[in-house]
C-alpha cells in the first residue's frame, strides 16, 4: 500500500481557534478519506475526498491530487473537537485497502 | 442509516485461547475489510474479502483467519492468542468497484484483552 505521512503530530488549540491538518501521499490515490476517532475509539467518517474540496460545518477537507497532499481544516475550534484524526488512502485500482497515516491528535482547551 | 456492526464490543480473553470476532457490512456492501489498532497506534490492516473471496492480506498473524460468508458477513478467528494480540479490531465495508474503491464505513469495533 501507500505510505502516508500526517503533520503535526499534536496540536494544542484554545477553544475558538483555526488549525489547519495535512496529509502527504507516497503515491496517486483513488481513496482519501479523513476519520475522527474519539476517546471512546469509534472512527468516525469527516470525508471521503479523493480530490477537490468540502466542506462540513466547521470542518472542510482540500485534497490536491497531483501534488500528492490533503489538508483538513478546523475553524473555530470546540471541546469535541479533541481527539485523533487520521488522513487514509488507497492507491491502484482494486488496491482497496485503506493505509492509514499515524495520525494527529489534537487538543481543544476551554 | 445502517452502519456495520461488530459484536462482540468487548471481550476478555486467556492466553492461548480462542476468539471469534464478527462483523455485519453495510446492506449491498460487497467489500469487508479488517483492522487491528494496537493502543497509541494507527489502524493496521489484516486481511479483505471481496464478493466472499479474499482480496488482499496485510500483516496478519498465521494465527489468525477469516472469511466472508453468502451473506456477506465476516469471521475473524483468533487463536493461540498472545497478551501482544490485546487491541481493537475494526471491521470496515465498502462497495467495490472496477474503478476505484468507495467510500469505507468503519464499525465501532470490539475491545479483544487477553489477560
Known amino acids: 500500500g501507500i505510505q502516508v505521512e500526517q503533520s503535526p503530530p499534536d496540536l494544542i488549540l484554545q477553544e475558538g481557534a483555526n488549525s489547519t491538518l495535512r496529509c502527504n501521499f507516497s503515491?496517486?490515490?483513488?481513496?482519501l478519506q479523513w476519520f475522527h476517532q474519539n476517546p471512546w475509539g469509534q472512527l468516525i467518517n469527516l470525508f471521503y475526498?479523493?480530490?477537490g474540496t468540502k466542506q462540513n460545518g466547521r470542518l472542510s477537507a482540500t485534497t490536491v491530487a497531483t501534488e500528492r497532499y490533503s489538508l483538513l481544516y478546523i475553524s473555530s475550534s470546540q471541546t469535541t473537537d479533541s481527539g485523533v484524526y487520521f488522513c487514509?488512502?488507497?492507491?491502484?485500482?482494486?488496491?482497496?485497502?485503506?493505509?492509514f497515516g499515524a495520525g494527529t491528535t489534537v487538543t481543544v482547551r476551554a | 442509516a445502517a452502519g456495520v456492526i461488530q459484536s462482540p464490543r468487548h471481550l476478555i480473553k486467556e492466553k492461548r485461547e480462542t476468539a471469534t470476532l464478527k462483523c455485519y457490512p453495510i446492506?449491498?456492501?460487497?467489500?469487508v475489510y479488517w483492522y487491528q489498532q494496537g493502543p497509541g497506534q494507527d489502524p493496521q490492516f489484516l486481511i479483505s474479502?471481496?464478493?466472499?473471496?479474499?482480496?488482499d492480506k496485510g500483516s496478519i498473524p498465521d494465527r489468525f483467519s477469516a472469511q466472508q460468508f453468502s451473506d456477506y458477513h465476516s469471521e475473524l478467528n483468533m487463536s493461540s492468542l498472545e497478551l501482544g494480540d490485546s487491541a481493537l479490531y475494526f471491521c470496515?465495508?465498502?462497495?467495490?468497484?472496477?474503478?476505484?474503491?468507495?467510500?469505507?464505513?468503519f464499525g465501532q469495533g470490539t475491545r479483544l484483552t487477553v489477560v
Open positions: 446492506p449491498r456492501h460487497d467489500t
Open positions: 487514509a488512502g488507497n492507491g491502484n485500482s482494486w488496491d482497496y485497502k485503506l493505509s
Open positions: 470496515a465495508s465498502s462497495l467495490g468497484t472496477e474503478v476505484r474503491g468507495t467510500e469505507a464505513f
Open positions: 474479502f471481496y464478493e466472499k473471496m479474499q482480496s
Open positions: 503515491d496517486s490515490v483513488n481513496n
Open positions: 475526498i479523493p480530490s
